[in-house]
């Protein structure tokens, strides 16, 4: 699912992309969308719009990696230092066992 989410968002990325330039091309004085009805865009702003938007793809597809490697890190994290976290949960009971009474 996450798969079809990614692809959806960069067609639209590349949608957006290729408006962006028809739509400049019908500032410069070309007649291509502008004529339909469609409102036309400062050029300047719309580049800045699509790398806005391929950043963002750039930061979900990040942050899912992130979230999806993240348990599996924690757990191959815990299997090395199982020992040694006992330990410490051992004496730090034992510490507060001697500190209360």
Do not use: H, K
Not at 43 to 62: A, D, T
């Amino acid at each position: 699912m996450v798969i079809v989410v990614r692809y959806a968002c960069l067609l639209a990325v590349g949608i957006a992309a290729i408006f962006a330039f028809v739509s400049a091309a019908a500032v410069t004085g070309q007649m291509l969308l502008a004529g339909a009805g469609s409102s036309v865009q400062n050029p300047g702003e719309m580049s800045l719009w699509v790398m806005v938007c391929m950043g963002g793809l750039g930061l979900l597809s990040l942050a899912r990696y992130t979230f999806v490697r993240l348990p599996t890190m924690a757990r191959d994290w815990y299997r090395e230092n199982r020992e040694q976290l006992a330990t410490i949960v051992v004496l730090g009971g034992v510490f507060l066992a001697f500190v209360m009474l």
